[in-house]
């Protein structure tokens, strides 16, 4: 027997009663006295055990409890029943942990175990593409040409979507598994949108809810699909770089198709313009991640499939003829338009510098508050917002007067970040509406963000001074008064601040309040309390309260 | 612990009853009754005070509202628990967010030495602290699934199969996720489980069942 399947039996033994001495573990209390280093194991094992069942903690007083279930009983007495998510169904998780967990039992059952295992993926992956592309696709191997192509090869077949399909379908299923009841149907539906989601951050907000779902499950996803197959590392980059290159066509587009063999050495850098389609093989035609209504029939994807794979192909011709042409070009118009916002602002600065002089408004030098005139205040603003203008329609020097930039939208919204920059810094302090010269336009603007905050230049102090948690707790002061009920005297808390964010971490209230409802109260106003941010990890005072 | 926090399984049947039918004071009996058990459940998945306070409250705030649902083939603690941890990961998946930290563990026992309990040597009582202190970060360490499942069934002393129940998986599951969280802590924790320390476990308080 391994090392492994003995601990592992010792662990089923420390489980059942008795533990490891239980009379019907003198077989495997025989086999560890042959194996020095799992007998050592099982010790330490028993050790934990002990300790974790002996685990001192901290009991709270009755008060402590009577004054916490009075609470409870008057939330549920105001309790309107307001709607929100089910809590009651078991939590999920989607942690490797959990997964192997899953695998482990699984194989404990045997081949069959696995089987079903994998039965169960493959079903989930049908499902959800016919979810997708409305006709049932056809078996597939899981890999396309690309997979054995040679280095060469590579390089010209780029990804068309941030996560293929297939894949994503497949590593959705092992991160949700089917049986795990409502939560994971309602995880599955979020896991498949944030594999389809070209960013991790709107996938986060979309679990933003409180809903029964691991912690791990948005952060998890993204890294399953990006690593879900191995891939050229250019076309890794390219997936997680440009996903705006692309046309939504090709997502659709599925057939055989040739692949191109450049005799060249490759060029890294320069496979982001080759904007083919992705040429999966295999696949049933899927429509765009983005319709969502499923097809009334196979034969109508069909249709569609044909359709896009038509227009694919068009596409992935006409870029191939103009590739060979233009392979030294320094990028395709596409790409300039989406990734690369510099030249936009260089295209618009200088006829808007000579088209409108007059937007060239005298920095307000004398008074930080400039007068309401109608020039000088716009002068800033429309520096920004008229090149983000140009960036949405296209026109050099088109001044938009809208003045939300965000409302942009699209690759202008890239556009915008970089002339909200130059707004930020030139609106302050009297420095030029816009650079002077158009190479100072096209030059890209320093982000502002740092400079402006002025903590992070500052060393911290070590810790919150006396002044900073007298404010602090002044701030709180009329709440825990509040939070009395007419009962007067010193209320003494000890406050552990965050210094890395200088809330309140904990607030433990002693004296009379101590484990009561006003003491409760208390000290969830005081953890509304602030400091600024300081070096140490926590910092913790005591602070009588005369109330 | 006082009177009301104990009944019986007949009594706990008719007090769920009641507070189906909107009797409050049957529903405060069963508060009184789980919430100590809610709680230090609450405070190891946590490990804030505060936090803990506020989700034993969620708990059984969630618990009254979804009281039709629960069809009594489970423990009621059984399904307090999974509530409790639904809230629990909930606030810690914010909590992540905040990345706040919290130096004052409330696991921890205090560095007290108590006659009562047998202890009457300070120094042990602050090995004791210092072992704890190690273990529980050790099991912070751990991911939410295997840590959970460990507080249900190693410090909880929850049995597997209700473990399994609560957290929705099978008892197959349960074995493996101790097994590897044994094997990680054991991992991390390394010599620290020598004899002298192993004493200090042997001594230290047993939880109230």
Redesign the interface.
Same mark, same amino acid.
């Given at each position: 027997m391994s090392a492994d399947a003995l601990? &592992?039996k010792v662990?089923?033994a420390?489980?059942g009663a008795g533990g490891l001495d239980a009379p019907e573990h003198a077989t495997l209390r025989a086999e560890l006295t042959a194996d020095e280093d799992s007998a050592e194991?099982a010790r330490?094992?028993a050790? /934990?055990?002990?300790?974790?069942?002996?685990?001192?903690?901290?009991e709270?007083g009755?008060d402590f409890?009577a004054a916490?279930?009075a609470?409870?009983?008057e &939330?549920?007495?105001a309790?309107k *029943?307001a709607a929100?998510p089910? /809590?009651?169904?078991?939590?999920?998780?989607d942690?490797?942990?959990?997964r192997?967990?899953?695998l482990?039992?699984q194989a *404990?059952k045997g081949v069959e175990g696995l089987r079903a295992l994998d039965a169960k993926r493959a079903a989930f992956s049908l499902d959800q593409l016919s979810e997708l592309g409305g006709a049932a696709p056809p078996p597939a191997p899981a890999k396309g040409p690309s997979a054995v192509a040679p280095k060469g090869v590579a390089k010209t077949e780029t990804p068309v979507a941030p996560a293929a399909p297939v894949v994503s379908s497949r590593r959705a299923d092992e991160s949700v598994p089917k049986d795990? *009841?409502p939560i994971a149907q309602v995880s599955k539906s979020e896991t498949m949108r944030a594999a389809a989601a070209t960013s991790s951050v709107s996938a986060s907000e979309e679990t933003e809810e409180?809903?029964?779902v691991?912690?791990?499950t948005v952060a998890a996803v993204p890294a399953l699909a990006s690593s879900a197959e191995p891939a050229h590392p250019n076309t890794t980059r390219q997936a997680a770089e440009a996903p705006a290159i692309t046309p939504p066509a090709p997502r659709a587009a599925v057939a055989p198709t040739p692949i191109r063999i450049d005799p060249r050495p490759p060029a890294p850098l320069r496979d982001d313009r080759v904007s083919l389609p992705s040429f999966r093989p295999p696949i049933a035609p899927l429509r765009p991640l983005a319709q969502d209504a499923p097809s009334t029939s196979s034969r109508r994807g069909w249709v569609v499939g044909a359709v896009a794979v038509l227009a694919a192909a068009l596409v992935g011709v006409a870029v191939f003829v103009s590739g060979g042409s233009e392979q030294d070009a320094p990028a395709s118009a596409t790409a300039v338009a989406t990734t690369a916002p510099a030249p936009a602002v260089a295209a618009a600065s200088p006829s808007e510098v000579a088209a409108a002089p007059s937007q060239v408004a005298p920095p307000p030098a004398a008074s930080p508050v400039a007068p309401p005139t109608a020039a000088a205040p716009v002068a800033p603003e429309s520096a920004s917002t008229g090149v983000a203008g140009a960036a949405r329609t296209g026109a050099p020097g088109g001044i938009v007067s809208e003045a939300r930039p965000s409302q942009a939208r699209g690759a202008a919204r890239r556009v915008r970040g970089d002339t909200d920059d130059l707004g930020e810094s030139s609106g302050g302090g009297g420095a030029p509406s816009r650079p002077a010269s158009p190479a100072a336009a096209s030059a890209p603007a320093p982000r502002a963000a740092p400079a402006a905050d002025p903590e992070s230049d500052e060393p911290l102090p070590e810790t919150p001074d006396r002044a900073a948690v007298l404010s602090a707790m002044g701030s709180v002061r009329a709440a825990v008064a509040a939070c009395a009920a007419g009962r007067g005297g010193v209320v003494t808390v000890r406050v552990?601040f965050?210094g890395?964010?200088g &809330?309140v971490?904990?607030?433990?209230i002693e004296g009379a309040f101590a484990g009561t409802a006003e003491g409760?109260c208390m000290?969830?106003a005081i &953890?509304a309390a602030r400091v600024p941010r300081f070096a140490q990890?926590?910092a913790?005072v005591s602070f009588p309260f005369q109330i | 612990m006082?009177a009301d926090?104990q009944i019986d399984r007949g009594e706990e049947a008719e007090l769920l009853t009641r507070a189906r039918g909107g009797d409050?004071v049957a529903?405060?009996r069963l508060?009184?009754a789980h919430?100590?058990r809610v709680?230090?459940c609450a405070?190891?998945v946590l490990a804030?005070?505060?936090e803990a306070?506020d989700a034993?409250?969620e708990t059984?705030?969630?618990?009254?509202?979804?009281l039709a649902?629960?069809d009594g083939r489970a423990e009621f603690s059984t399904?307090l628990y999974?509530?409790c941890?639904?809230?629990s990961?909930?606030i810690?998946?914010k909590r992540?967010r905040?990345?706040?930290?919290?130096?004052?563990d409330?696991?921890?026992?205090?560095p007290v030495a108590d006659p009562s309990q047998g202890d009457t040597d300070p120094r042990r009582a602050t090995e004791?602290v210092r072992?704890?202190a190690k @273990?529980a970060a050790a099991i912070d360490t751990?991911?939410?699934?295997?840590r959970?499942t460990?507080i249900l069934?190693?410090?909880e002393?929850v049995s597997?199969k209700d473990a399994a129940e609560?957290?929705?998986?099978?008892e197959?599951?349960i074995?493996?996720?101790?097994?590897?969280a044994?094997?990680r @802590? @054991?991992g991390v924790?390394g010599e620290e489980?020598s004899a002298e320390?192993?004493e200090v476990?042997?001594a230290?308080?047993?939880?109230p069942t």
């Open positions: 601990r &592992r662990s089923e420390l489980d194991w330490d094992a050790k /934990l055990d002990a300790l974790l069942r002996g685990w001192p903690t901290p709270r009755e409890f916490l279930a609470r409870i009983d &939330r549920v007495a309790d *029943g929100g089910d /809590l009651t169904s078991p939590p999920f998780f942690d490797a942990d959990a192997a967990a899953k482990a039992t *404990g795990s *009841g409180d809903v029964p691991d912690v791990d552990t965050a890395s964010t &809330r971490t904990t607030a433990v409760s000290a969830r &953890r990890p926590t913790s | 006082p926090a409050a529903f405060g508060v009184r919430q100590r709680y230090a405070i190891h804030d005070a505060a306070e034993v409250q059984f705030l969630r618990a009254h509202r979804a649902k629960f399904w999974r509530i941890m639904n809230v990961l909930n810690l998946r992540r905040a990345a706040t930290t919290d130096i004052a409330p696991r921890l026992p205090e004791a072992l704890y @273990l751990l991911s939410p699934s295997l959970t460990l069934v190693c410090i002393g597997q609560t957290l929705g998986c099978p197959g599951t074995a493996w996720r101790i097994h590897e044994r094997a @802590l @054991l924790l489980l320390i192993a476990a042997a230290s308080r047993r939880r």
